[in-house]
Nanobody, 124 residues
Framework: QVQLVESGGTLVQAGGSLRLSCVAS????????MGWFRQAPGKEREFVAA????????DYADSVKGRFTISRDNAKNTAYLQMNSLKPEDTAVYYC?????????????????WGQGTQVTVSS
């Protein structure tokens, strides 16, 4: 089992920045693909970004390209999501997830482990 704990969500004004963190514990593996998803009220959980185990490839949803950056520090078992130029439509609960498989899958069902989520609210 892998446990994931997110932090860093808060209320921020439009145009501002936030960095979310996700600490992994348990049977962690550097070979896991790490991902971030988000879910707004009344909407399905959607893919935001993913980082391959080697750090050699990252994927982003079109809605966040150029604004969000995913990264990971394997020595600290921590993944990050740097969010810049935030918009009100970025408001959601953000979830960290881990996938015991290659990067390239964007469906929530493809991920094996999930954190509890952290709320990000962007005011206009």
């Amino acid at each position: 089992q892998v446990q994931l704990v997110e932090s860093g969500g808060t209320l921020v004004q439009a145009g501002g920045s936030l960095r979310l963190s996700c600490v992994a514990s348990g049977r962690t593996s550097r070979s896991y693909t790490m991902g971030w998803f988000r879910q707004a009220p009344g909407k399905e959980r959607e893919f935001v970004a993913a980082d391959s185990w080697s750090g050699g490839r990252t994927d982003y949803a079109d809605s966040v390209k150029g604004r969000f950056t995913i990264s990971r520090d394997n020595a600290k078992n921590t993944a990050y999501l740097q969010m810049n130029s935030l918009k009100p439509e970025d408001t959601a609960v953000y979830y960290c997830a881990a996938r015991n498989g290659a990067i390239g899958k964007t469906g929530a069902i493809e991920y094996d482990y999930w954190g509890q989520g952290t709320q990000v609210t962007v005011s206009s």
